[in-house]
C-alpha cells in the first residue's frame, strides 16, 4: 500500500512538472499572434537590426541561399516581435513581404516594402534618429513631406 502510494504521488509530481513545463512554453510559436502591446523603440529597434543585416548580406553575400537566410531570419523576428497596437496590421504585411522576398532574396532591392500609414511614420520617424541601432534613420521618414 505505502508503495501504490508513493508511486501515485510521483506521478502526480511528474504530470504536475510537465504541464508547468508546457505553460512556460506556451505562446512563443511562431504561429501566435502579436498582442499589439508593444512600444515603438523595441520595435523600430528590431526593424533597424534587420535592415542591416539585410543590407549587409546584399553586399556581401555570395549567393542568393545566404541572402535568403538573412532575410528568413529578419522574417523569424518581426513573426516574434510584439508590436504597438497601430503596427500589428503593418507588421503582418511586412512579414508577408519578407516571405515572398525568399524566392528572389534581391527583390527586396526593387520591390517597395509595405508602409504604415503616414501618421505613425512620422512617429516613428522621429524616433529613428534616437534609436542608435537605427544607423541610417530614413526607413519611416523615406518620401515624407
Known amino acids: 500500500m505505502y508503495h501504490a502510494s508513493v508511486r501515485s504521488q510521483f506521478v502526480a509530481a511528474v504530470l504536475l512538472l510537465v504541464l508547468l513545463v508546457a505553460a512556460a512554453c506556451g505562446g512563443d510559436d511562431e504561429g501566435s499572434e502579436p498582442r499589439g502591446t508593444g512600444n515603438d523603440t523595441d520595435y523600430l529597434r528590431a526593424v533597424c537590426i534587420g535592415i542591416d543585416r539585410v543590407t549587409d548580406a546584399l553586399i556581401s553575400a ?3 541561399e545566404a541572402i535568403a ?3 528568413e531570419e529578419f522574417a523569424a523576428t518581426m513573426r516574434q516581435i510584439d508590436p504597438p497596437p ?7 504585411q511586412f ?3 519578407l516571405e515572398a522576398a ?3 532574396p534581391t527583390s527586396v532591392v526593387t ?4 508602409l504604415p500609414p ?3 511614420r512620422r512617429r516613428l520617424a522621429q524616433l529613428e534618429p ?5 544607423r541610417e534613420p530614413t526607413f519611416f521618414s523615406r518620401g515624407l513631406e
Open 95 to 97: 512579414v508577408a513581404y
Open 111 to 114: 520591390t517597395p516594402p509595405p
Open 118 to 120: 503616414d501618421d505613425v
Open 62 to 64: 555570395t549567393t542568393p
Open 69 to 71: 537566410a538573412v532575410i
Open 86 to 92: 497601430d503596427l500589428t496590421e503593418y507588421n503582418r
Open 130 to 134: 534616437q534609436i542608435p541601432e537605427c
Open 102 to 104: 525568399l524566392k528572389d
